[in-house]
Nanobody, 130 residues
Framework: QVQLVESGGGLVQAGGSLRLSCAASRRTLSSYAMGWFRQAPGKEREFVAAISGSGERTYYADSVKGRFTISRDNAKNTVNLQMNSLKPEETAVYYC???????????????????????WGQGTQVTVSS
Protein backbone atom coordinates (compact mmCIF):
# COMPACT_ATOMS: atom_id res chain seq x y z
CA GLN A 1 0.00 0.00 0.00
CA VAL A 2 1.24 3.46 -0.85
CA GLN A 3 2.46 5.64 2.02
CA LEU A 4 2.17 9.42 1.86
CA VAL A 5 4.17 12.09 3.68
CA GLU A 6 3.24 15.77 3.42
CA SER A 7 5.54 18.73 3.92
CA GLY A 8 5.57 22.46 3.34
CA GLY A 9 2.98 23.64 5.81
CA GLY A 10 3.56 26.59 8.11
CA LEU A 11 2.50 30.07 9.10
CA VAL A 12 1.82 32.67 6.44
CA GLN A 13 0.12 36.04 6.37
CA ALA A 14 -3.12 36.56 4.53
CA GLY A 15 -2.43 37.04 0.85
CA GLY A 16 0.73 34.99 1.03
CA SER A 17 1.69 31.71 -0.61
CA LEU A 18 2.71 28.22 0.42
CA ARG A 19 3.67 25.14 -1.53
CA LEU A 20 2.72 21.77 -0.10
CA SER A 21 4.40 18.58 -1.22
CA CYS A 22 3.38 14.97 -0.83
CA ALA A 23 5.98 12.25 -1.21
CA ALA A 24 4.71 8.78 -2.00
CA SER A 25 6.48 5.53 -1.38
CA ARG A 26 4.99 3.58 -4.24
CA ARG A 27 6.94 3.36 -7.49
CA THR A 28 3.76 3.17 -9.55
CA LEU A 29 2.24 6.38 -8.28
CA SER A 30 1.26 7.27 -11.82
CA SER A 31 -1.46 4.61 -11.60
CA TYR A 32 -3.29 6.54 -8.89
CA ALA A 33 -5.35 9.67 -8.89
CA MET A 34 -4.21 11.94 -6.07
CA GLY A 35 -5.75 14.77 -4.17
CA TRP A 36 -5.61 17.28 -1.35
CA PHE A 37 -8.19 17.76 1.37
CA ARG A 38 -8.21 20.02 4.40
CA GLN A 39 -9.81 19.97 7.82
CA ALA A 40 -10.26 22.94 10.11
CA PRO A 41 -10.93 22.50 13.83
CA GLY A 42 -14.48 21.42 14.47
CA LYS A 43 -15.23 20.99 10.79
CA GLU A 44 -15.47 18.08 8.40
CA ARG A 45 -12.66 17.23 6.04
CA GLU A 46 -13.26 19.00 2.75
CA PHE A 47 -12.04 18.53 -0.79
CA VAL A 48 -9.49 20.98 -2.18
CA ALA A 49 -8.10 19.58 -5.44
CA ALA A 50 -7.47 16.35 -7.33
CA ILE A 51 -5.31 15.22 -10.23
CA SER A 52 -5.45 12.14 -12.43
CA GLY A 53 -2.65 9.60 -12.61
CA SER A 54 -1.24 11.07 -15.81
CA GLY A 55 -1.70 14.63 -14.60
CA GLU A 56 -3.89 15.48 -17.57
CA ARG A 57 -7.04 16.03 -15.53
CA THR A 58 -7.46 18.26 -12.54
CA TYR A 59 -10.40 19.45 -10.50
CA TYR A 60 -10.66 22.12 -7.84
CA ALA A 61 -13.09 23.17 -5.19
CA ASP A 62 -14.82 26.38 -6.24
CA SER A 63 -13.34 28.19 -3.26
CA VAL A 64 -9.75 27.69 -4.46
CA LYS A 65 -10.09 27.92 -8.25
CA GLY A 66 -7.68 30.42 -9.72
CA ARG A 67 -5.56 30.51 -6.56
CA PHE A 68 -4.44 26.92 -5.99
CA THR A 69 -2.65 24.65 -8.45
CA ILE A 70 -2.22 20.91 -8.08
CA SER A 71 0.57 19.18 -9.97
CA ARG A 72 2.49 15.93 -9.92
CA ASP A 73 5.88 14.59 -10.89
CA ASN A 74 5.49 10.85 -11.33
CA ALA A 75 9.21 10.40 -11.89
CA LYS A 76 9.80 11.76 -8.39
CA ASN A 77 6.64 10.25 -6.88
CA THR A 78 5.45 13.62 -5.65
CA VAL A 79 2.26 15.63 -5.74
CA ASN A 80 2.28 19.34 -5.03
CA LEU A 81 -0.23 22.00 -4.11
CA GLN A 82 0.73 25.60 -4.82
CA MET A 83 -1.47 27.91 -2.76
CA ASN A 84 -1.59 31.62 -3.51
CA SER A 85 -3.60 34.48 -2.04
CA LEU A 86 -4.26 32.51 1.11
CA LYS A 87 -7.09 33.54 3.42
CA PRO A 88 -7.35 33.19 7.22
CA GLU A 89 -10.37 30.91 6.84
CA GLU A 90 -8.14 28.45 4.99
CA THR A 91 -6.27 27.67 8.18
CA ALA A 92 -6.47 23.90 8.49
CA VAL A 93 -4.59 20.65 8.43
CA TYR A 94 -4.02 19.72 4.81
CA TYR A 95 -4.01 16.05 3.86
CA CYS A 96 -2.63 14.31 0.81
CA UNK A 97 -4.80 11.50 -0.51
CA UNK A 98 -4.35 8.58 -2.90
CA UNK A 99 -7.08 6.72 -4.73
CA UNK A 100 -7.94 3.25 -3.46
CA UNK A 101 -8.17 2.00 -7.05
CA UNK A 102 -5.83 2.37 -9.98
CA UNK A 103 -6.27 3.73 -13.50
CA UNK A 104 -9.47 5.66 -13.10
CA UNK A 105 -10.83 9.19 -12.90
CA UNK A 106 -13.89 9.71 -10.80
CA UNK A 107 -17.02 11.65 -11.69
CA UNK A 108 -17.08 15.11 -10.17
CA UNK A 109 -19.76 14.11 -7.68
CA UNK A 110 -17.39 11.46 -6.36
CA UNK A 111 -14.02 13.21 -6.52
CA UNK A 112 -15.24 15.95 -4.18
CA UNK A 113 -15.98 13.37 -1.49
CA UNK A 114 -13.65 11.22 0.59
CA UNK A 115 -15.18 7.97 -0.70
CA UNK A 116 -12.50 7.39 -3.32
CA UNK A 117 -9.55 7.78 -0.96
CA UNK A 118 -7.65 4.66 0.03
CA UNK A 119 -4.64 6.23 1.70
CA TRP A 120 -4.20 9.43 3.69
CA GLY A 121 -1.06 11.23 4.67
CA GLN A 122 -0.52 12.35 8.25
CA GLY A 123 -1.38 15.95 7.41
CA THR A 124 0.49 19.24 7.52
CA GLN A 125 -0.69 22.35 9.36
CA VAL A 126 -1.31 25.53 7.40
CA THR A 127 -2.00 28.65 9.43
CA VAL A 128 -2.97 31.90 7.73
CA SER A 129 -2.81 34.96 9.95
CA SER A 130 -4.94 38.03 9.34
Amino acid sequence: QVQLVESGGGLVQAGGSLRLSCAASRRTLSSYAMGWFRQAPGKEREFVAAISGSGERTYYADSVKGRFTISRDNAKNTVNLQMNSLKPEETAVYYCAADRMTHRWMPIVVVTTTSWVGTWGQGTQVTVSS
